[in-house]
Structures are given as structure tokens and as C-alpha cells.
């Protein structure tokens, strides 16, 4: 045998070179995405409306019962968003995939014509371009899932992909997350009836849930596990800060006591 040298091996760039270590694939899963960002946004949207309410000295009745309200109203909105929004993602792709089915059958050459240009766009050269459009040509179900994601960008509709239980997991997840915040002005009724304390509570535990889907939303994208929840607390600190803000200035600068 010769040196590898010798027998037209092909260099391999940094990107495809075997020897370095494989990525971590992500979290995968068919809700974890709707969990993670509907828990985020409960989250943060249950802690600002405590710190409002908090800012202005209500009481903790007060606190419980507008924050239930708030949270499942939210909740039904989000859920309802969430189905409306796959619904209609699945629709247009399956619109788009009828239009995609007549122009192949009807316009066979100028679609093949339109790949070729596109995989030529994207570095392929004319010889093999032709070759990989002449086999797709072949197969007409083939070249349409192909024309759909190379030219439109979009995947063929998933028949199988149900939006109510998208829409369901995210109602749930919203309020199951959005109810840290509140939990610690019913856990410390026993203990106290001081609002700041079980304010500071809803701090801790917002913050906590906060850790955990910043850590959900590391291993979902591959992504540093501390820089991750660093960011995720600080948009909530963030947006819990400018809402006590709001309501501390509108009781005692503006003035709104009642």
C-alpha cells in the first residue's frame, strides 16, 4: 500500500475532520420547546405583575386573586395562540405543497431548471447539479419535499403533528410555572403577614424556576449552562424591576392611593 498521499484522499477541512469531537445533540422531544417558552413567559409574567401589586402595598388577597385571574387568562391566550399558530403553519405548508405537486407535474423542466440553478448557487457544479436533479426528477413526490425545503424553505406538513396538544401543553405549562411566584404568598400565610417577606419569597422562587428553564433552554440548544440562566434571570430581574418600578412611582409620586 502507498502513503495516503499517493491515493488521491481528498483533504478533509476542520469542519468534517473525523478526529475532532462530535457535538452534543440537543434535547429533543415534541413539546419541550412549547414547555420551555411558555414556562418563561409565565414566569416572568406572573413576577411582574407581583412586583406591581407588591410596589403598590395591596394585600396578599389581593396579590392571590389577580394573580390567579391574570395567570389563567394568559394561560388561555398563550394555549389558544400556540394551536392557532400550528394550525396555520401546517396549513400553509400543505397549501404550499399542493402548489409545489401542479408546478411539477405541469411545469417539469422549468422546475428542474429552478433546482439547478439553486444547487449551483450553492457550490455544486453543473455536471453533478444535473445528476442530482435528473434522479429527484425521477421521483415526483421526492423532488417536491426537496423543492419545498431547498426554495421555500419549509418542511412537508406533518398530517400526524396534533396543534390542540401543542396548544394544551403550552395552557398547562404557563400556568403550572406561572405559579412559582404566587406559591410564596400562600406557603408563607402560616408564617407571616408581611407582605415584603413574601415578596422577597416570590423573588426566590421566580428566580429558581427561572435556574431551571434557563437550564432546560442550555440543553435544548447545546448552549453554556451558567450563561444560559444568567440571561434568563436577568430578563426576569429585568422586567420584575421595571413593573415594582412602575407601581412604586404611580403610588407615590403620581400619587394613585386608591
Known amino acids: 500500500?502507498?502513503?495516503?498521499?499517493?491515493?488521491?484522499?481528498?483533504?478533509?477541512?476542520?469542519?468534517?475532520?473525523?478526529?475532532?469531537?462530535?457535538?452534543?445533540?440537543?434535547?429533543?422531544?415534541?413539546?419541550?420547546?412549547?414547555?420551555?417558552?411558555?414556562?418563561?413567559?409565565?414566569?416572568?409574567?406572573?413576577?411582574?405583575?407581583?412586583?406591581?401589586?407588591?410596589?403598590?402595598?395591596?394585600?396578599?388577597?389581593?396579590?392571590?386573586?389577580?394573580?390567579?385571574?391574570?395567570?389563567?387568562?394568559?394561560?388561555?391566550?398563550?394555549?389558544?395562540?400556540?394551536?392557532?399558530?400550528?394550525?396555520?403553519?401546517?396549513?400553509?405548508?400543505?397549501?404550499?405543497?399542493?402548489?409545489?405537486?401542479?408546478?411539477?407535474?405541469?411545469?417539469?423542466?422549468?422546475?428542474?431548471?429552478?433546482?439547478?440553478?439553486?444547487?449551483?448557487?450553492?457550490?455544486?457544479?453543473?455536471?453533478?447539479?444535473a445528476t442530482v436533479v435528473n434522479i429527484f426528477a425521477k421521483y415526483q413526490d421526492i423532488m417536491v419535499d426537496e423543492k419545498m425545503s431547498t426554495e421555500k424553505g419549509m418542511l412537508p406538513p406533518d398530517h400526524t403533528d396534533k396543534p390542540w396538544k401543542n396548544g394544551l401543553v403550552t395552557f398547562v405549562a404557563f400556568l403550572a410555572f406561572g405559579c412559582a411566584p404566587i406559591l410564596a404568598f400562600i406557603i408563607l400565610i402560616p408564617f407571616t403577614d408581611r407582605v415584603k417577606i413574601k415578596f422577597i419569597g416570590a423573588c426566590v422562587l421566580s428566580a429558581l424556576a427561572l435556574a431551571f428553564l434557563g437550564l432546560a433552554k442550555a440543553k435544548i440548544a447545546g448552549q453554556n449552562y451558567a450563561t444560559s440562566m444568567a440571561i434568563i434571570i436577568f430578563n426576569g430581574a429585568i422586567a420584575g424591576g421595571a413593573a415594582y418600578g412602575i407601581g412604586w412611582t404611580l403610588r407615590n409620586v403620581a400619587g394613585l392611593e386608591e
Open 1 to 129: 500500500m502507498g502513503d495516503v498521499e499517493n491515493n488521491n484522499v481528498p483533504f478533509l477541512p476542520p469542519l468534517m475532520d473525523a478526529k475532532n469531537e462530535r457535538p452534543k445533540e440537543p434535547w429533543k422531544g415534541e413539546f419541550v420547546k412549547s414547555i420551555v417558552y411558555a414556562g418563561m413567559d409565565s414566569i416572568v409574567t406572573s413576577f411582574s405583575l407581583i412586583s406591581s401589586i407588591s410596589a403598590g402595598h395591596l394585600s396578599s388577597v389581593d396579590v392571590l386573586v389577580l394573580g390567579f385571574a391574570n395567570l389563567v387568562a394568559d394561560g388561555i391566550s398563550m394555549g389558544f395562540g400556540d394551536f392557532v399558530s400550528s394550525s396555520t403553519e401546517r396549513d400553509v405548508a400543505a397549501k404550499e405543497r399542493s402548489v409545489t405537486v401542479w408546478d411539477v407535474v405541469n411545469r417539469q423542466k422549468l422546475q428542474q431548471q429552478e433546482l439547478l440553478q439553486k444547487y449551483q448557487q450553492l457550490g455544486m457544479n453543473a455536471s453533478d447539479a
